[in-house]
């Protein structure tokens, strides 16, 4: 086994300016929540192996859009770990909602023949863009869930409104759960944090972003019904729908 630990050689100039030491220190971050929430990280990281293992298991697949959407999704499921685990709470949100979206998307068009042509075509034209606002709305494709698997469908509901009220929104949760209050003799000063320690709203985002990992694989697990079963990974799903 090659030795892992190495130190790290860091460019010149790393950590003069605001934003590497911004970076630097939501990578130092990364490595405390690695360390620290090991239960949470250890469900993320098997939540990506599944995602990796039926991304990886795809050639030949009859719906190449739902292929392509299920990398996307792993990507920004990945994307939203990196953030989440960093610390950045409200950042990790928007990557949360497009990783639901991206299994919404998947779905809507495997089941709706023709749709894949719409959505490919959306910048042909004003009526093509017209068509693709119309059909790829999102009463429209969580209604395609709902009828597929209801059970589903209110779970994703749930998460999907959180990524929203959270984050993907401007919205009020998503700055005052992440704002500070410092009353002073003369002023009152109002912080906002962009790197959260280990506090409650780390954990909240920690186990939201397995939630919604979690619920897009449900999802493309609708779609790919037997990828899913052939390589053993209804079973691993199972497993962690009782961790998550």
Not at 1 to 6: A, S
Not at 59 to 74: E, K, P, Q, T
Not at 159 to 186: C, V, W
């Amino acid at each position: 086994m090659p030795n892992r630990e190495t130190s790290l050689s860091l460019p010149p100039r790393w950590c003069d300016d605001s934003l590497s030491s911004f970076v630097d220190q939501a990578f130092r971050n990364t490595l405390a929540t690695f360390v620290r929430k090991r239960d949470a990280t250890q469900i993320l990281m098997q939540l990506d192996q599944v995602y990796m293992c039926i991304g990886e298991n795809l050639d030949n697949a009859s719906d190449v859009i739902g292929a392509i959407l299920l990398v996307r999704s792993h990507s920004a499921f990945r994307g939203a770990c990196r953030m989440s685990m960093s610390g950045q709470v409200p950042e990790a949100f928007p990557s949360m909602r497009i990783c639901l979206e991206y299994a919404l998307y998947a779905l809507h068009i495997n089941l709706h023949p023709g749709l894949g042509e719409t959505w490919i075509a959306r910048h042909d034209n004003s009526d093509s863009l017209r068509a693709v606002r119309r059909e790829f709305k999102y009463c429209t494709i969580i209604k395609t869930l709902q009828r597929q698997d209801n059970h589903l469908c209110s779970i994703v509901t749930q998460l999907y409104e959180k990524t929203i009220d959270f984050g993907a929104h401007p919205n009020e949760r998503a700055i005052t759960g992440s704002m500070e209050m410092h009353q002073g003799d003369k002023e009152t000063r109002l912080m906002q944090i962009q790197l959260h320690g280990d506090t409650l709203s780390l954990d909240y985002v920690l186990k939201t972003t397995a939630q919604t990992g979690l619920g897009s694989l449900c999802i493309f697990q609708l779609l790919f019904k037997e990828r899913f079963q052939i390589l053993g990974l209804n079973s691993v799903i199972d497993r962690l729908r009782k961790r998550v």
